[in-house]
């Protein structure tokens, strides 16, 4: 935005401008290694009110500073509560949401990100038309709304009952489980399984302190499961979504879209349809498996990451690597973010894109990722390192968020669309291991997945499903000896 850029005498791009963007991520990532003792001990609602209430203070300062230390200082705090809170709330969801909709529970979590995403561009177009300091200021002030509902909700709902059981509260949990997963009666044979699933999970991870990691690692259930959450914590960042994330403003700008107003509104629009794909992801996460979803959508970015390799350098071997060729170069990412070419008389035989089609990378990267990453992390963690293995997916997606913070734009400015092929390939790889090594959570619940990881290849023993019989005295119990093939 002009009036921030003119306020703290910024330009769009630059060390200082990186340095700004970068310490919100610092916070996040420090912010991570706190996340798994504060849920372990004060619990998953904890979690989230204290993340909301830092993410207010860290808001507060962003407003009403006036130097750019606390610029800087602010938003190292709202990285701090970012942290907590994005730990903590699929973590939450992912517990107390029955198995039968616990993707699609979780999924729409992440996919609220785009009711503010739309929200904030929305309110950034319409105060852009002003003059002051209160364009930028606004929106950021703006920023303490939905963390004060998080706040204030965080009292009213109830705690996550895998949480309650491991603190020994058993009838607590017991009572929000019947109310939410066995129709208001405490002994639903569900309910009953679920209790005793807990308990065993529990006496596995006792004599267990907060700070120590090594768990997430020592076994081979635990190593498997960490690789799990390490392929979707680098796969969702490293895909190709950082070239539109971060650098989509400067993209316009090569192309020759230098209203800020237009700008702003093509971003809006990228968001919309983004959210769509979200949310037809998010409503198929329960019917299609995640490992499917994963593998079969990783192909198809490669394969529209490499119809963009092959547009810009068609266009770059015509035009050269610079002036209307690196606008072409550009205009390839474009094209698959949902531009058609028009012919404008501002380039000689190039083109001033114009939005007309649905944003395809975009749609397709929200349908696959965005319903899916905080969901399949929490699925693939058990219940005693759930909390400290969501912090170090937040740590993963942030060392991720650097590389795509510095790398890509230097990277795009010395060698431009070869850039790109990068992107193809690493797509294509996590569509080989996905397919190969993917591990499949549907249709499970949380605590049968640790036979599943306890076997000596998890990815067959995912696909074998297990019948269940219902006993005389109303419990529900496996059938060892009857394993079927799912389809």
């Not at 003119?6 to 963007?21: D, L, M, N, R, V």
């Not at 969801?93 to 909709?101: G, K, M, R, Y």
């Not at 349809?273 to 992801?281: D, I, K, P």
């Not at 399949?376 to 390192?385: K, S």
Request: charged fraction near 15%; include cysteine.
């Amino acid at each position: 935005m002009d009036q921030y850029k003119a306020y703290f005498h910024k330009q769009e791009t630059g060390s200082s401008t990186g340095i700004i963007f970068a310490i919100y991520t610092i916070g996040s990532m420090v912010g991570a290694m706190a996340t798994g003792a504060v849920m372990d001990m004060f619990g998953r609602r904890a979690g989230m009110g204290s993340g909301a209430v830092i993410i207010m203070i860290g808001a507060v300062v962003v407003t009403a500073a006036k130097t750019e230390a606390y610029l800087l200082g602010g938003r190292f705090v709202l990285g701090l509560g970012i942290a907590l809170g994005t730990s903590a709330a699929p973590t939450y969801a992912i517990e107390l949401a029955p198995p039968q909709w616990r993707a699609r529970v979780t999924g729409y979590y992440n996919t609220f990100f785009y009711s503010g995403s739309i929200l904030a561009t929305g309110v950034t177009y319409a105060t852009a038309k002003r003059h002051t300091s209160l364009a930028w200021r606004l929106p950021l002030a703006l920023q303490c709304i939905p963390p004060l509902f998080i706040l204030l909700g965080s009292f009213l709902i109830p705690e996550s009952p895998r949480w309650l059981c491991a603190r020994g509260r058993i009838e607590d949990a017991r009572k929000i489980l019947a109310k939410y997963h066995g129709g208001g009666d405490p002994e639903h044979p569900v309910v009953q399984l679920e209790i005793r699933e807990f308990e065993e999970s529990i006496k596995q991870g006792k004599n267990r302190s907060w700070w120590d990691w090594r768990e997430l690692v020592h076994t081979h259930n635990a190593r498997w499961r960490l690789a799990m959450v390490t392929l979707m914590s680098y796969g969702s960042q490293l895909s190709g979504n950082s070239v539109l994330t971060y650098y989509l403003p400067s993209m316009y700008k090569q192309l020759g879209i230098t209203s800020t107003d237009r700008r702003l509104l093509l971003t809006f629009a990228n968001n919309i349809v983004s959210c769509a794909g979200a949310v037809a992801g998010s409503a198929t996460n329960d019917r299609v498996g995640r490992r499917t979803k994963l593998w079969v959508g990783s192909f198809v970015l490669a394969g529209l990451f490499a119809a963009v390799t092959g547009f810009s350098s068609q266009f770059t071997t015509k035009h050269g690597a610079t002036g209307a060729g690196v606008t072409l170069s550009n205009a390839g990412v474009a094209f698959v973010s949902g531009y058609i070419s028009q012919p404008s008389p501002s380039l000689v035989d190039t083109s001033l894109l114009t939005p007309s089609q649905i944003f395809l990378f975009g749609c397709v990267y929200s349908f696959v990722y965005t319903p899916l990453t905080a969901t399949y992390c929490a699925e693939a963690l058990d219940n005693h390192t759930r909390a400290t293995g969501m912090g170090i997916h937040i740590i993963m997606n942030n060392t991720a968020n650097f590389y795509n913070t510095y790398v890509t734009a230097v990277a795009l400015k010395a060698i431009a669309w070869k850039y790109y092929l990068v992107f193809v390939a690493l797509n294509v790889l996590y569509g080989v291991f996905w397919f190969f090594f993917g591990v499949e959570t549907k249709g499970r619940t949380l605590e049968e997945l640790q036979e599943v990881f306890d076997a000596k290849w998890p990815p067959r023993a995912a696909l074998e499903k297990k019948k269940m019989v219902k006993a005389d005295d109303g419990h529900l119990d496996k059938l060892e000896d009857n394993r079927v093939r799912e389809a």
